[in-house]
């Protein structure tokens, strides 16, 4: 019954690897997002599909890749990972396009931890 | 460009107090106004919206209106209870979502 689940809820790994993050919602939605929220709470919108096509991608470092292999799902992989990618990871959907008043739905986040 | 500011936390009030959390925005078109709640250990929760000027959300008892006049759209509740705990998010909508920092809302017993 999850409208939008992400996995893992935890991740805990060294500086150095590669991890990703799955993302999926079963809302019927045209539109997923990725967000990064630091210690304090500071929301920032990383990237942002619109069936299956990038529409946002804000000043994120090329070692983030997202992937949407189908308007339901959108995976994030991260590349050599650094202590500062440490944060809560979350996704989201909406209808319609970023632009829309539609409001956005999203998953219980993904807590990242580089030791 | 676009910018929402809110006030910063965190606020400390007795259950039963009156909550006001302020917030205010710049934008070049007419947004689309939201708050979000996230609780401990969860993602945001839309809590209420307006899409146009005048325009009043209101939900759980927490209320808000769009005034265009002050770009403003604070958060107001009558009554609060320790379940409103949490951080909140004022947010708008024009080309692309915009989160201001967030505010957070302690409730004591």
């Known amino acids: 019954d999850t409208a939008v689940s992400q996995t893992p809820k935890y991740l805990v790994t060294q500086m150095g690897n590669d991890k990703s993050i799955k993302c999926e919602q079963n809302?019927?939605?045209?539109?997923m997002y990725w967000y990064k929220q630091d210690s304090k709470k500071f929301l920032k919108i990383m990237f942002s599909?619109?069936?299956?096509?990038?529409?946002i991608n804000e000043t994120v470092p090329n070692r983030f890749s997202p992937k949407s292999p189908d308007k339901a799902h959108l995976n994030l992989h991260i590349n050599s990972l650094e202590l500062g990618d440490s944060a809560v990871y979350f996704c989201?959907?909406?209808?319609?396009?970023?632009?829309?008043?539609?409001?956005?739905?999203f998953g219980d986040g993904t807590r990242l931890s580089i030791l | 460009g676009n910018s929402v500011t809110q006030m910063e936390g965190p606020v400390t009030l007795s259950e039963e107090a009156f909550l006001t959390i302020n917030c205010t925005y710049t934008a070049t078109g007419y947004p689309s106004l939201f708050w979000y709640v996230q609780y401990p250990g969860e993602g945001l929760q839309l809590l209420l919206k307006?899409?146009?000027?005048?325009d009043k959300g209101s939900n759980k008892g927490f209320e808000a209106t769009y005034r265009k006049e002050t770009t403003s759209f604070h958060l107001e509740k009558g009554s609060v209870q320790v379940s409103d705990s949490a951080v909140y998010f004022c947010a708008l909508i024009d080309d692309k979502i915009i989160f201001g920092k967030g505010t957070r809302l302690h409730i004591l017993p």
């Open positions: 989201a959907s909406s209808r319609g396009t970023p632009g829309g008043n539609q409001p956005q739905h």
């Open positions: 307006a899409t146009k000027a005048d």
């Open positions: 599909y619109n069936n299956k096509e990038l529409i």
């Open positions: 809302l019927g939605h045209d539109t």
